[in-house]
């Protein structure tokens, strides 16, 4: 049977892995590298890594990243962030990661959707969305790291990337995402059982049990988390034995 | 020294698969080629390929491959990579193309109704994620893996062989499918090794030491 898919997400600025704390403050968490390495012993099924750099004098240290990570680590490698257009899909794939995630600029240009996917194919190409709830049952498409309300139905959109060529959805609840009080199942769930492809749930992990949640109760076909992995409170081995404990198909 | 040429027809992440071959094999000579005369003169093939059938079939003959990789499946350690395994069938239901017709068989995609889990959930396609291989037979590329090992899949299409014989590894997802093939010098694979972790690093060191 299929494995669910555990994936620690690493947010790198200019080089660095950092976490924000209280999305504000960021705390340097090491070096890419050798926290990836570090993962895929640990038996990581994928690694997630999205380029927060700001400065657009330092874009392309995320490619030297990825190409030091993927001649070491043989797992496979996302990498999201500062993607606007097709060819920095390209220069990614280039690079050494399998596939690109794209937020933002999928928004503003959903032809970049369609575009990149019949020029790499759709099993390259994330979509990540970003979901705020608005009214109950509601959750609504937010851009610009969670500042810009699109007013995008975060369902439909799920749907409509799908239709556009999307291979898959990392999903992030933007009111769950670094609060540690686990996944928001509904949003998980309405999103993952709308749409054909696999559906990644990220926001708000803080015990293993929530990563166990987000499989059986919100239907995901992976799980990513960040600071649960990053200050070693858990292992990714720990991680995956009580999501096996759990009743849940993993590679251990 | 071994020379193996990982065959560049413009489709798919070939360093990815380049990188794994020199991480097991250091003493080899690895080179990513859209050169026949080059891929002709190797030791040992590698076909990868990612993307839609109908666009790899298309570049493998724009750059004038076809030929050159058809007369290294006849001869020397091959080793094709998902598309790469695809392509040497027949009737590819993507696209509506023919493969290389090397071995006998068709490339159907996975059957939307047989698409349930156990649990009545939905199955997703593409299926993407790690699934276990059932080995049919030993043979010297599943040296030092284990039966039902894990390995990393992304595919929306499978290859359905006419001949079971060729048949090496086999994958539930839905459906029974052929996760593996084998004969004489060709063994290809579903799956992607070079994203398989140590498994997978196991499978090329076996490619890289096989001599059929």
């Not at chain 1, 990661?97 to 390259?124: F, R, Y």
């Not at chain 1, 239709?163 to 996944?183: P, V």
């Not at chain 2, 020397?76 to 071995?103: N, R, S, T």
Request: aromatic share 6%; charged share 20%.
């Amino acid at each position: 049977m299929l494995a669910k898919r555990i994936i620690p997400c690493l947010d790198v600025n200019a080089g660095r892995v950092v976490k924000g704390i209280n999305f504000v403050q960021l705390r340097d968490a090491g070096d890419p590298v050798e926290i990836a390495r570090r993962y895929d012993e640990q038996g990581a099924d994928e690694i997630t890594f999205l380029d927060i750099t700001a400065s657009s004098d330092d874009r392309d240290i995320i490619l030297h990243i990825v190409e030091a990570v993927a001649s070491q680590v043989f797992i496979p490698l996302t990498v999201g962030g500062g993607v606007r257009q097709v060819e920095d899909v390209r220069r990614l794939l280039n690079a050494g990661a399998d596939k690109v995630g794209m937020n933002t600029a999928a928004v503003n240009n959903p032809q970049l959707v369609a575009d990149a996917s019949a020029k790499v194919g759709s099993q390259c190409i994330v979509v990540a969305i970003d979901a705020k709830e608005t009214a109950p049952g509601r959750w609504e498409v937010f851009t610009h790291g969670g500042r810009k309300n699109t007013g995008l139905d975060a369902v439909e959109w799920a749907r409509k990337v799908e239709s556009l060529g999307a291979g898959e959805i990392l999903l992030t609840s933007m009111d769950r995402d670094g609060t540690k009080a686990g996944f928001n199942i509904p949003l998980t769930r309405a999103v993952a059982e709308a749409v054909g492809i696999p559906v990644i749930a990220s926001g708000g992990v803080g015990t293993l049990q929530h990563l166990a949640d987000g499989v059986t109760e919100g239907k995901a076909d992976a799980v990513l988390a960040a600071s649960i992995f990053h200050y070693g409170e858990f292992t990714v081995r720990q991680a995956k034995e009580f999501m096996r404990s759990r009743g849940i198909e993993v590679r251990l | 020294m071994s020379k193996v040429v990982v065959v560049d027809y413009g489709m798919g992440n070939l360093r990815s698969v380049a990188k794994a071959i020199e991480h097991v094999a250091p003493e080899a000579e690895v080179r990513v080629s859209a050169d026949a005369a080059e891929i002709a003169a190797a030791d040992r093939v590698v076909v990868p390929g990612q993307g839609a059938m109908p666009d790899c079939m298309r570049e493998l003959s724009a750059r004038g491959l076809r030929e050159v990789v058809v007369r290294a499946a006849a001869e020397k350690p091959f080793l094709g990579i998902c598309v790469g395994l695809q392509m040497l069938f027949g009737h590819a239901e993507e696209g509506d193309v023919m493969g290389l017709e090397i071995l006998p068989g068709t490339v159907p995609r996975f059957p939307d109704a047989a698409m349930v889990a156990p649990d009545g959930t939905r199955l997703k396609v593409p299926h993407m994620g790690w699934n276990q291989v059932q080995q049919v037979d030993a043979h010297p590329l599943w040296d030092g893996i284990a039966d039902g090992a894990r390995f990393y899949f992304v595919h929306s299409y499978y290859v359905e062989p006419q001949t079971p014989e060729v048949i090496a590894g086999s994958t539930h997802y839905g459906i029974p499918f052929t996760s593996a093939i084998a004969r004489a010098n060709i063994f290809a694979v579903q799956f992607h090794p070079e994203k398989s972790a140590q498994d997978g690093l196991r499978l090329l060191a076996n490619f890289m030491r096989w001599n059929p």
